[in-house]
């Protein structure tokens, strides 16, 4: 083997033997923003609920009482409230059970509360706020509708009903 010979495979074996960072030539960096978002949203409200009072009795000196209640879970930091309407017969800020007789002795005055004492009522298409899950979004909260029909009213036999449509915001 010639000198030249040998003095090419010794650069050859040379160049094989450096690692590839040594070839390089140059080097740029880059960054990747992530970013995310989490989006407000409630889970378990059900669709339809009802509250079923007692048979009224025009002579009783006391309510007639009755609720529903939801059960719903929200993501955390959401800030939800409910919102009930006034219902079909609904009148002068008043929600009002009808016999659908069409004559004002056969609509039944009821009302409705945020809470089971019947302190604070439900205002006819106004938001109420939801109190807020625990630490976590799994966390389940119950909102109690109460529902009652005051006593004292001079109203015909029959059967009466309202329908309510309940919103859940968020």
């Known amino acids: 083997m010639t000198i030249r010979a040998k003095a090419m495979v010794a650069v050859a074996a040379a160049l094989f033997a450096l690692p590839a960072a040594a070839l390089a030539t140059g ?6 923003t992530v970013t995310g978002s989490v989006i407000p949203n409630c889970v378990g409200f059900a669709s339809t609920n009802q509250i079923t009072f007692n048979p009224y009795d025009v002579f009783a000196t006391s309510t007639d009482n009755a609720s529903t209640s939801y059960a719903i879970n929200c993501t955390k930091g959401s800030t939800p409230s409910i919102t009930i309407d006034g219902g079909q017969h609904a009148s002068g800020g008043n929600r009002f059970m ?12 009821y009302n409705l509360f945020e809470d089971s004492g019947n302190t604070a009522a439900w205002p006819l298409g106004t938001a109420v706020n939801v ?40």
């Open 27 to 32: 080097s740029q960096s880059s960054t990747i």
């Open 98 to 109: 009808s016999d659908n007789s069409g004559n004002a002795a056969g609509l039944l005055q």
């Open 131 to 170: 109190p807020a899950n625990g630490s976590a979004s799994t966390e389940t909260t119950t909102v109690t509708v109460s529902g009652v029909i005051p006593n004292g009213q001079d109203v015909e036999v029959g059967s009466y009903s309202d329908s309510l449509t309940v919103t859940l915001n968020f």
